[in-house]
């Protein structure tokens, strides 16, 4: 059975060789959908009759939302850290461990009920594939059910054992690490898709990061890094020396991290929601793609630091904090975010793509972040599905 999605007043394809510009864009568009993935796209006067036919009555329809970088399984919230922060104290990597003893006390069924109501959070604002991260057990029973139970809603699974020394190895982090690697990372890769870790001050060192990531891509695993969030470190150079897909935060750099990642296919992921609950200082987005560095966006969704399923505000964000392009920000949130996980069949909207995609209440993309904080996802569709 074949869909005509019909009357599209301004399509964005991120496929330039359909459509005008590096976003391939197309006015007064079509897009037919067979099985699940995109047939056709082009001007609707040119689309052949289909089964069935969605009507968006002249919307913006764009590819739906790529999150690379998302810490959904979780129990609690940590509403009064938050308030505190914003009574001025500093935030720093030790809250993750206020999170840890409601986590580790959850049934699966309440670790799964929140991932999923956090899930359709996401896929309400346009989502329509999501990365989800590990972190918040830092057992080898917590860590591995809590990959199970994110790799049972996506196929994008994180191993992110290695989040923050937890407490009982307080002053102890080389015998966290061993644990990670010798018993972690077995126990729990058979879940998961990536391993991850936190290096950064307060966490993971280098060598230690290296020896978890090493141990990870041993598995099977593909890397992906925390780096350079509170302060300048190694983290962005190993991630790059170790082939990560991508490596996140990215706030503090210098001119060899960047000079590592322009050389490089590692994705730079700025997360600029977390920057804007942390009040922290916001990556230099024009440095990274001034150097040519490919950048994802994401909205870091956590308990702690950025407790938001909207990349709608990320685009927002982006253009106005970052000084990205409305164009470049809805690119690294869609093809840049598919860059990240090494997607080649999300993100765009080019013949044999998933047919996942978002209608806007709006004209053009240009509205998401014209108009920040209004609901401007009217209708999602994934594999071709509504709903």
């Known amino acids: 059975m074949a869909l005509l999605v019909d009357r599209i007043g301004e399509l964005v394809t991120n496929d330039p060789t359909t459509g005008e510009g590096p976003l391939g864009l197309i006015r007064d568009a079509a897009v037919v959908v067979t099985d699940g993935r995109v047939a056709w796209v082009g001007p609707r006067t040119r689309a052949q009759p289909c089964d069935d036919v969605l009507d968006v009555g002249g919307a913006a329809v764009i590819p739906g939302f790529v999150e690379s970088h998302s810490h959904l399984v979780f129990a609690g919230d940590r509403a ?55 972190g918040y057990g ?5 860590e591995e059910r ?22 009982e190895f307080e002053g102890r982090a080389d015998d966290y690490v061993r644990l990670v690697v010798e018993e972690l990372i077995p126990a729990a890769a058979p879940s998961a898709r990536w391993i991850d870790v ?12 290296r020896a978890v990531l090493l141990a990870g891509k041993q598995a099977g695993l593909g890397v992906r890094v925390h780096a350079n969030q509170l302060t300048a470190g190694g ?29 490089s296919d590692t994705v730079a992921t700025l997360l600029p929601s977390a920057d804007f609950s942390t009040r922290g200082p916001y990556p230099d987005a024009r440095r990274l793609l001034d150097a040519g560095v490919t950048v994802a966006l994401g909205a870091d969704c956590n308990p702690g630091t950025s407790y ?19 164009a470049e920000a ?43 904080g209004v609901p401007l996802v009217r209708d999602v569709l994934k594999d071709g599905r509504r709903g």
């Open 80 to 134: 009064e850290e938050f308030a505190a922060r914003m009574a001025g104290e500093p935030y720093a990597a030790g809250g993750i461990r206020a999170t840890l003893a409601a986590t580790r006390h959850a049934t699966d069924r309440d670790l799964t009920a929140n991932l999923i109501r956090l899930a359709d959070e996401y896929r309400r604002q346009g989502t329509t594939t999501l990365e989800v991260k590990s």
């Open 138 to 142: 830092q057992t080898v029973r917590d």
């Open 146 to 167: 809590s990959v199970r139970i994110a790799s049972a809603h996506t196929d994008e699974a994180t191993l992110l054992a290695a989040h923050v020394v937890p407490p």
């Open 198 to 209: 936190f290096c950064e001050r307060g966490a993971f060192d280098v060598d230690q990061s």
């Open 235 to 263: 983290g962005v150079r190993l991630g790059v020396e170790l082939g990560a897909a991508s490596v996140d935060h990215c706030v503090h750099l210098t001119d060899a991290d960047v000079a590592a990642l322009a050389g």
């Open 308 to 326: 938001t399923t909207s990349l709608p505000l990320v685009v927002a964000l982006a253009v106005r904090e970052l000084r990205m392009t409305p």
């Open 330 to 372: 809805l690119w690294s949130v869609t093809a840049g975010g598919a860059r990240a996980l090494r997607l080649d069949d999300v993100g765009h909207l080019g013949i044999g793509a998933r047919a996942d995609l978002a209608v806007l209440d709006a004209p053009s993309y240009l509205h998401l972040a014209y108009r920040p």
